[in-house]
């Protein structure tokens, strides 16, 4: 998993339009960078929804928020819609994005081993370089805790 202080990978990302943008075209601002499992699943939905309920309050301190799964852009557009959800989502559709952040990571259901995307947030400041990380991100009061650290870049 990439570390505070480095520089942010610079990958390609999809969007729900199906148009490509690259990471570094949010530079110049706050990004907060979340990765989540998989849309329209009960902590997927809750944790989207907190960061839309204070999609408002990261614009005002100047940050974007983005996330992002190996959903497909179409699955983005309908989990945006259900959920009036007020952040960009961004599609990992061959894993170079999950893999270049570290979060593709081996996981264990019920004595099951599988690979999948661990939940994380990274936030990336205005010059590129990932000022902090949540690995294991528990859903319950990240949005906040994360919007605190947003706040305290100034």
């Not at 729900?16 to 960078?33: C, H, I, M, Q, T």
Request: charged share 30%.
């Amino acid at each position: 998993m990439i570390e505070t202080g480095q520089k942010a990978p610079d990958v390609t990302l999809q969007l729900p339009d199906e148009s490509e943008a690259k990471l570094s075209s949010y530079f110049g601002k706050p990004l907060v960078v979340y990765f989540y499992p998989k849309d329209d699943t009960p902590g997927c939905t809750k944790e989207a929804i907190q960061f839309t309920d204070l999609a408002g309050d990261f614009k005002k301190a100047g940050a974007q928020v983005i996330g992002i799964s190996k959903d497909p852009p179409k699955k983005h557009v309908k989990f945006a819609e259900k959920h009036d959800l007020k952040v960009d989502l961004a599609t990992d559709a061959d894993g170079s994005v999950t893999e270049a952040f570290g979060v593709w990571v081996e996981k264990n259901m019920y004595g099951r081993k599988y690979m999948g995307i661990q939940r994380a947030t990274f936030l990336i400041d205005a010059d590129g370089k990932v000022a902090r990380v949540w690995p294991k991100v528990k859903v319950a009061g990240h949005a906040e805790d994360v919007l605190e650290a947003v706040k305290a870049l100034d």
